[in-house]
Nanobody, 120 residues
Framework: QVRLVESGGGLVQAGGSLRLSCAAS????????MGWYRQAPGKQRELVAD???????NYADSVKGRFTISRDNAKNTVYLQMNSLKPEDTAVYYC??????????????WGQGTQVTVSS
């Protein structure tokens, strides 16, 4: 089994910063793409940013220039540095990882979610 554990959420004022972390552990051969998604009340879950094992990144237009995704392959950990936070960034943030458990198919796993609340 594979487990993703997130940390770093919380309450912050508009304009502030937070850093999310997500560590993957368990039966892992290799962690491929890792990413962050978010879901606000009444809305669908959406991609915030993702990063390949080689370091190529992809961002939602709404966070470009404010959020930075990075990873440490040796620790199977992905980070999301969130700056200039806005009230509309308020959501539950979920970590996602595409994992190889050995030769064969890959599997997508989700973290339990961490709440980010930005007050105006």
């Amino acid at each position: 089994q594979v487990r993703l554990v997130e940390s770093g959420g919380g309450l912050v004022q508009a304009g502030g910063s937070l850093r999310l972390s997500c560590a993957a552990s368990g039966s892992i051969f290799r962690v491929n793409t890792m990413g962050w998604y978010r879901q606000a009340p009444g809305k669908q879950r959406e991609l915030v940013a993702d990063i390949t094992r080689g370091g190529s990144t992809n961002y939602a237009d709404s966070v470009k220039g404010r959020f930075t995704i990075s990873r440490d392959n040796a620790k199977n950990t992905v980070y999301l540095q969130m700056n200039s936070l806005k009230p509309e960034d308020t959501a539950v943030y979920y970590c996602n990882a595409v994992v190889s458990r050995g030769p064969g198919p890959t599997y997508a796993y989700w973290g339990q979610g961490t709440q980010v609340t930005v007050s105006s």
